[in-house]
């Protein structure tokens, strides 16, 4: 298994602002995802973190308004950048660990006013 | 176009058993999976299956028939706690797990 944490937990941002969402592991992950979930929906993966180069993303998402960094295999952060109402969201860190495991960190429930 | 389909919400009672149904149609398959995700929580692994047949893991055990694009979910002796929303996914020849939409157990006493 593995243990994730996500930075911050929770947030309120304004309008245009950029917020910054890290996620650490507790041991060395090749496979990282970020997720997002709009409320009583089900998950939409946004990009895959790959560690020592750019992050793949999903249709429909962009690295203008999400960065993603990966500088090592236990980290990585994700950037929501010039955030809109549309943007308030939880967003998941993920990992997987083996053929068949993956794991998710608690979420950053973000805001958007 | 990928697709995953499972129902909305379900009723069960304390005690009981329930069966969540999970079907798919997917670019390839990679196994499929099982995640539990209680309300304002980050979804939590149950199960895996990738060859046809049952997984028994305590009280849940799920099944996959590969050629009906089918899965289901059986949760018995039911608690409580077990209420939650149930997610299905399907990896897909692209190693992409797909979602569905998850179903909103409620357990009544």
């Known amino acids: 298994s593995a243990v994730i944490s996500q930075k911050p937990s929770r947030d309120i941002c304004q309008r245009g602002t950029s917020l910054t969402i890290q996620c650490q592991v507790d041991?060395?992950?090749?496979?990282m995802f970020w997720y997002r979930q709009q409320p009583g929906q089900s998950l939409t993966l946004i990009a895959t973190a790959n560690q020592g180069s750019e992050a793949t993303y999903e249709s429909g998402f962009v690295i203008d308004k999400f960065p993603i960094s990966r500088p090592n295999l236990t980290f990585s952060t994700l950037t929501v950048s010039n955030m809109s109402p549309e943007d308030s969201s939880i967003y998941l860190c993920?990992?997987?660990?083996?053929?068949?495991?993956?794991?998710f960190g608690p979420g950053t429930r973000l805001t958007v006013t | 176009g990928q697709n995953i389909d499972q129902p909305t919400e379900m009723t069960a009672t304390e005690g009981a058993i329930v069966q969540i149904n999970c079907t798919y149609q997917t670019s390839g398959f990679n196994g499929l999976f099982w995640y539990q995700q209680h309300a304002g929580e980050a979804p939590t692994f149950l199960s895996y299956n990738v060859l046809d047949g049952l997984e028994e893991k305590g009280r849940f055990s799920s099944f996959l028939s590969r050629s009906k694009g089918y899965s289901y979910l059986l949760l018995k002796e039911l608690q409580m706690k077990d209420s939650a929303s149930y997610l299905c996914a399907v990896r897909d020849s692209n190693y992409q797990l797909i979602w569905g939409a998850g179903t909103k157990l409620i357990i009544k006493p």
């Open positions: 993920s990992v997987g660990t083996s053929e068949y495991e993956q794991y």
């Open positions: 041991s060395q992950v090749t496979m």
